[in-house]
């Protein structure tokens, strides 16, 4: 009965994105500039990090490989959010201005429903970004691929609760967006440099308030260097954030107030 | 005085416009005052972002065993880096996105109607909304990287050439922003542009590794492009003063103004036979 469930919304979420993607890709032009856009964007940031890498090549041991893979992971585990469930960074508007009545109205999960409501288009150049330069990140084994794509998969997943549980906090305190999209900013902004520079207080906020160990550092030491042990944390970390960003929606759902507002959905 | 007589007399016609300039810019940095939470909370970015970078350049610099890098130690650095970051995040939201909404929402329709020129009201409002960001960013980036690395040495002729940079470091944004909002005449979704060009400035702009630290070779062609001219230029200076490299700058930020003021006149003029109004 669960598993169907699963199953069901799996299917449900796929042909919502399919659906987005197609109606983006009828203005032809604006789809491949968003895509390749973002695609040389991404770019710049692996050339900052070989300029860097030049005058410092190791830091504690991690050098420019481990960026790419850092990299790799960080586009495709955002583009996976991006693309599947971009309705998450509006969460906290809809809830301020009112606008949630829409959803409730319709006999699906209501935080699923918010989530898949809109796809980023220009993620499509993160996802290839990230697929293409994990090929350039050392000695690729078929193992490798495999751990990339599930290690992906389930850190795209703890993303999406950091972003359900920031967003959620309007439900509570008003207008939080401003103050979610900074903390989400933040957590991101981790994943942009070698992992083994942090310590003391700023690896406990690594690991606390703004968890990009989880996101960034664990997952490339696992596909680096699995580790059953360290794996199982990391799923444990998933069930964690899943466990909160549930409750903290749907406690807040209870207080969520109408914002008596007449929408006209074409 | 009268106002016709005010307008009667040269220099009163030039006050005048001033005035109106001025105000314009009052409203805006009212407007960005107000949210102050929303203030706080891009302050808290830089925060979070400087204490990366002291960590990130403490390690580095013990590693490779050095205390300093084309002329630069940690310290320098950072306050380089906390500048460059509080310079350039003051001046979000970001106007290509302004000029890129009022072209397509048609809005820009009746701005181009009212008695000011279009481009010096957006460049009014540019600095006046910069202004409450950059002053809470500075204070707090100060007293981050004052905790985490220390003082560093500061002349007043270090500051006051670095204030003349950064005021024209900021023009020069000021037009490359406007152009890529303006492209919005001729393209549907100009975002490609911003993204780009933003990665620009984080490459060549200083703002995670200063251009003191790259190759020697990448140096040279880096401080040519209008990248680093916009913000790192004026922090580079102020952490430490060399004339000569005060007088290179200038004359390389001169030459960007120029260039993207002229393409920007050339857009706009362009653009605007694009417009028609259609009654409302």
């Known amino acids: 009965m669960f598993l169907s469930t699963v199953v069901k919304y799996i299917s449900l979420t796929w042909e919502m994105t399919k659906l987005s993607i197609l109606s983006a890709m009828e203005y032809r032009v604006s789809f491949f500039v968003q895509v390749f856009g973002m695609f040389v964007n991404d770019i710049a940031f692996i050339v900052m990090w070989l300029i860097f890498f030049q005058k410092f090549p190791s830091i504690n041991g991690w050098q420019f490989q481990d960026t790419v893979m850092l990299f790799a992971l960080t586009t495709v585990n955002f583009a996976i ?26 006999p699906k999960n209501v935080l699923w429903h918010v989530l898949v409501s809109k796809t980023e288009i220009s993620a499509i150049g993160d996802l290839l970004f990230g697929l293409i330069i994990f090929f350039f990140s050392g000695n690729i084994s078929l193992e490798k691929i495999g751990l990339f794509v599930v290690i992906g998969i389930l850190t795209a997943l703890i993303f999406l609760n950091f972003i359900i549980i920031t967003q959620s906090i309007t439900f509570y305190v008003g207008n939080f967006e401003e103050a979610a999209e900074q903390m989400f900013h933040a957590l991101l902004g981790f994943a942009f440099y070698p992992q083994t520079a942090f310590y003391g207080a700023l690896k406990i906020v690594m690991l606390t308030i703004i968890p990009a160990f989880f996101i960034t550092t664990l997952p490339v030491q696992l596909i680096q260097k699995f580790n059953l042990q360290l794996f199982l944390i990391l799923i444990g970390f998933w069930i964690f954030t899943t466990i909160i960003a549930t409750v903290i929606f749907k406690r807040g759902l209870r207080r969520y107030e109408s914002g008596n507002l007449i929408n006209v959905k074409m | 005085m009268s106002e016709v007589k005010i307008l009667q007399n040269g220099s009163g016609l030039i006050w005048y416009k001033f005035l109106k300039y001025f105000e314009i810019a009052k409203v805006n940095y009212f407007n960005s005052a107000t949210y102050f939470v929303n203030l706080i909370s891009r302050s808290a970015m830089v925060v979070i972002r400087i204490w990366i970078f002291t960590q ?111 005021f024209f470091g900021y ?19 100009t975002s490609a542009f911003t993204w780009i060009y933003s990665k620009g400035q984080l490459v060549f702009g200083g703002l995670i590794l200063p251009i003191a630290l790259f190759p020697d070779y990448l140096q040279k062609i880096a401080e040519l492009l209008p990248f680093s001219q916009m913000y790192y230029s004026a922090a580079r200076l102020i952490v430490h003063f060399e004339l000569s490299l005060f007088l290179q700058y200038f004359a390389t930020q001169l030459v960007w103004i120029l260039f993207f003021g002229l393409v920007a006149y050339y857009l706009f003029n362009k653009g605007i036979k694009h417009v028609s109004v259609n009654g409302g």
């Open chain 1, 81 to 106: 959010v991006m693309i599947f469930a971009r309705g998450a960074f509006e969460l906290s508007r809809t809830i301020a201005r009112g606008e949630l009545d829409y959803y409730l109205s319709f």
């Open chain 2, 171 to 189: 023009i020069l944004d000021f037009f490359v922003s406007l152009i890529i909002g303006l492209t919005a005449f001729w393209v549907e979704d």
């Open chain 2, 56 to 166: 990130l350049y403490k390690v580095s610099y013990s590693i490779a065993g050095v205390s300093e890098i084309g002329g630069l130690t940690v310290a320098m650095v950072i306050w380089n880096l906390m500048m460059t970051q509080s310079f350039q995040t003051a001046t979000k939201p970001q106007l290509s996105k302004l000029i890129d909404e009022e072209v397509k929402s048609g809005t820009l329709a009746y701005s181009v109607n009212r008695p000011y020129s279009y481009i010096l009201f957006h460049f009014s409002g540019f600095v006046g909304r910069s202004v409450p960001n950059l002053l809470i960013n500075l204070f707090i980036g100060s007293l981050v990287a004052f905790v985490l690395v220390g003082p560093i040495g500061l002349s007043w002729e270090a500051l006051a050439f670095g204030v003349i940079l950064f």
